[in-house]
Each structure stands twice: as structure tokens, then as C-alpha cells.
T-cell receptor
Framework: QKEVEQDPGPLSVPEGAIVSLNCTYS??????FMWYRQYSRKGPELLMY????GNKEDGRFTAQVDKSSKYISLFIRDSQPSDSATYLC???????????FGTGTSLTVIP | DGGITQSPKYLFRKEGQNVTLSCEQN?????MYWYRQDPGQGLRLIYY???????QKGDIAEGYSVSREKKESFPLTVTSAQKNPTAFYLC?????????????FGDGTRLSIL
């Protein structure tokens, strides 16, 4: 079993829809959770960075962490065609400096 | 602008040849990383370094080598021993002054076999 599981999609939604992207994990030691957006032929760009459980909002993006269920989510409100990309979740522990990535979910927002 | 610069953007390797991928950062980050990205497999860690002149193997270090002579630079050499080098290579860095700062990435180098 991989430490971080992410549905690869592809996910296709109409413009303006609310998008929900999810990851599950098996290691209860994970404390830091990240979401990256990666456009084709580009490097991942950090979108959200959260510590432990709870919600964090930044503009149209909301990151949610449920440590009891080992489940994290990224919500995108009022999705735009420019949101079309692959979204990667990542997580790390309190000690060491290694990061564990999901395989990414491909999202297309149709105008 | 602060960031991570990877070069070249595209690279072609002949059989039996070693090639070196460049990674430079001006974020004053202590830690630097190399990942390989293949379709459907996510990011796999090749090497990482937390301090100058020191580095550790990641999950798939065989056929690769690195050096860390300067804080800003972490070049990756793909040797002829790496039999399947075609992939997208990503360099990342992170600070270590606070616990678990997130990684920031460059825009990658795509390596192909001629």
C-alpha cells in the first residue's frame, strides 16, 4: 500500500463548478499537508500549506485536513479554465525533511 | 525574483553518455532535492542534500550522482548506468530554519534518449 493515495482522474467539470480533490494516507505521523498545482511541462507550484487538522482558505481555494480519517481535501470554488492542471497532494512528518507525494489528479475546467 | 532555475529545459542523451542537469536557487534554502516524475507514478526522490558537501540517497539513486559544492547549486548527473533515463526531472528546495517548510520547485528538465 502506498503511503499517499490520490485518484488520478481525469476529472472534467464545467466552468463555475465547485471542484473537490482528495488524498488519503496511511501514516499517522504526517503533520504537514500541501497542495501543489502543476501545469503541463512546468514544475509544481505550491498552492496551500497546512499544519495538523482543520481548514485553511485562500481566495477560491480551501484546504481541509481530517487527521482522524487520514483524509485531506482541496476545494476550488467558481472554477476557471485556468485551473486546468494536475493537482498533487504532499505531506511530511514533524521530524526529518522528507516529503511524500500523491500521484496527482488531472483536472480540466470546460468553458 | 527569488526562485529555482533548472537548465536545460530539454536534454537528449546518447547511449553510454553521462549528462548533467543544472539546478540553481536564490532562495537561501539549505535543503535541495532531485525528483524524477514519470506518468502515473508521481514524484520519486533521487537524492537530497541538507548542507553543503553532504547528500543522501533517495528511493531511486542507482544510476545517478550529485554534488553540493555551493549552497545555491545542486547538479544531477545521469550516468550511463541508468538504463531508463527518459523522464521529467524536478529540482526542489526548502528552508530548514523552521520545522518542515514546504518545498518549492523549478520548472524541470525533460530528458530523452536519442
Amino acid at each position: 500500500q502506498k503511503e499517499v493515495e490520490q485518484d488520478p482522474g481525469p476529472l472534467s467539470v464545467p466552468e463555475g463548478a465547485i471542484v473537490s480533490l482528495n488524498c488519503t494516507y496511511s501514516n499517522s505521523a504526517f503533520q504537514y499537508f500541501m497542495w501543489y498545482r502543476q501545469y503541463s511541462r512546468k514544475g509544481p507550484e505550491l498552492l496551500m500549506y497546512t499544519y495538523s487538522s482543520g481548514n485553511k482558505e485562500d481566495g477560491r481555494f480551501t484546504a481541509q485536513v481530517d487527521k482522524s480519517s487520514k483524509y485531506i481535501s482541496l476545494f476550488i470554488r467558481d472554477s476557471q479554465p485556468s485551473d486546468s492542471a494536475t493537482y498533487l497532494c504532499a505531506m511530511s512528518m514533524n521530524t526529518g525533511n522528507q516529503f511524500y507525494f500523491g500521484t496527482g489528479t488531472s483536472l480540466t475546467v470546460i468553458p | 525574483d527569488g526562485g529555482i532555475t533548472q537548465s536545460p529545459k530539454y536534454l537528449f542523451r546518447k547511449e553510454g553518455q553521462n549528462v548533467t542537469l543544472s539546478c540553481e536557487q536564490n532562495l537561501n534554502h539549505d535543503a535541495m532535492y532531485w525528483y524524477r516524475q514519470d506518468p502515473g507514478q508521481g514524484l520519486r526522490l533521487i537524492y537530497y542534500s541538507q548542507i553543503v558537501n553532504d547528500f543522501q540517497k533517495g528511493d531511486i539513486a542507482e544510476g545517478y550522482s550529485v554534488s553540493r559544492e555551493k549552497k545555491e547549486s545542486f547538479p544531477l548527473t545521469v550516468t550511463s548506468a541508468q538504463k531508463n533515463p527518459t523522464a521529467f526531472y524536478l529540482c526542489a528546495s526548502s528552508g530548514l530554519d523552521r520545522v518542515n517548510q514546504p518545498q518549492h520547485f523549478g520548472d524541470g528538465t525533460r530528458l530523452s534518449i536519442l
